[in-house]
């Protein structure tokens, strides 16, 4: 089954209509419909809008072919309009096809028309089998635009006088393009691929902090001296590191740190009367339990 999709197309000096054909179970995929036809739009096309177009226009379409549209059943035997007509490449691979008798309320079976028009119109499908080797079969997975690449061309070179000598020494324009990365879109990328139940779950090449130290007691003396001196033993050796000295609930300020995600804690707890503080890997959650001596060779190890 072969069906047929017009489109107004829109270029800068006039618009016409064009016919699009694709296999029925296929749809029309706009972006490669305007590479077809070079048009800046397409608009959809009905009868309305073609008298419309007539009436502003005479020479966009001719009258008698505004008629034919009316009730018709399109397809591309016996087409009496003067549409442009581009055909999906799948399409060239049938031999006839049941399509549209271009008379209301018929279908005809039929081959294609010797001077059909191949292009690829066809919107990719998940399945869709691979078109150089035949036997792969296309996947399809959400991903985030993390930036753009554009062609400029040479509107920008040749306001600019950039120009070199091509081989025939002759002055020509630079083809131009650029390129840039969405920065605000980072932390939603970021966000999708490293996170758990309990909030993000950050790397430490990218993360704010490298480790955050959290006092269990603020109000206890040795927890928030020990803690204070570790930190800023680490900021003098390099270390990106964080003081959570709040005074808040020690649950609360654990929930912040599985939340924000920085890659690894320190806890300063009552477990330092004996000599131990607790190293926790934001990503597995895993604890071990360090010599609080050692704390400082440790983290520098991180």
């Known amino acids: 089954i072969a069906k047929a999709v017009i489109k107004l197309a829109v270029h800068d000096d006039a618009k016409k209509a064009i016919c699009f054909f694709v296999r029925g179970d296929d749809e029309l995929e706009l972006t490669k419909a305007l590479n077809a036809c070079g048009a800046l739009e397409l608009i959809d096309f009905d009868q309305d809008l073609a008298q419309d177009l007539s009436a502003q226009d005479p020479k966009a379409q001719d009258p008698s072919a505004q008629q034919d ?62 078109a150089k080797c035949e036997s792969g079969r296309l996947q399809i997975e959400r991903g985030i635009e993390a930036g753009h690449i554009f062609k400029l061309g040479n509107a920008y070179s040749q306001k600019l006088n950039a120009t070199f000598l091509d081989a025939n020494a002759k002055s ?25 139940e309990l909030g993000l779950t950050l790397p430490k090449n990218i993360a704010p902090f490298t480790l955050v130290i959290i006092v269990q007691n603020i109000k206890d003396s040795a927890q928030f001296d020990f803690a204070n001196e570790l930190y800023q033993a680490l ?57 609080a001596k050692k704390a400082r060779e440790r983290c520098l190890q991180l």
Do not use: W
């Not at 581009?86 to 294609?112: K, M, R």
């Open 69 to 130: 549209l009316k009730d018709l059943t399109l397809g591309f035997v016996g087409f009496n309009t003067k549409l442009q007509c581009y055909f999906d490449d799948v399409l060239n691979d049938g031999n006839a096809y049941l399509t549209g008798a271009n008379e209301q309320d018929y279908h005809i079976i039929s081959t294609l028309p010797k001077d059909a028009h191949f292009v690829d119109l066809a919107l990719a499908r998940e399945n869709d089998l691979c």
């Open 172 to 196: 020509t324009p630079f083809e131009m393009g650029c390129y840039g990365i969405g920065i605000s879109r980072l932390l939603g990328i970021v966000a999708e691929q490293f996170h758990d």
């Open 235 to 291: 900021k003098q050796s390099g270390v990106e590191v964080l003081l959570d000295d709040r005074n808040d609930r020690f649950g609360f300020k654990m929930k912040d740190y599985e939340l924000i995600g920085i890659t690894y804690a320190l806890i300063v707890g009552k477990s330092l009367s004996d000599g131990v503080v607790e190293l926790v890997h934001r990503q597995t959650l895993k604890r071990e339990k360090i010599d």
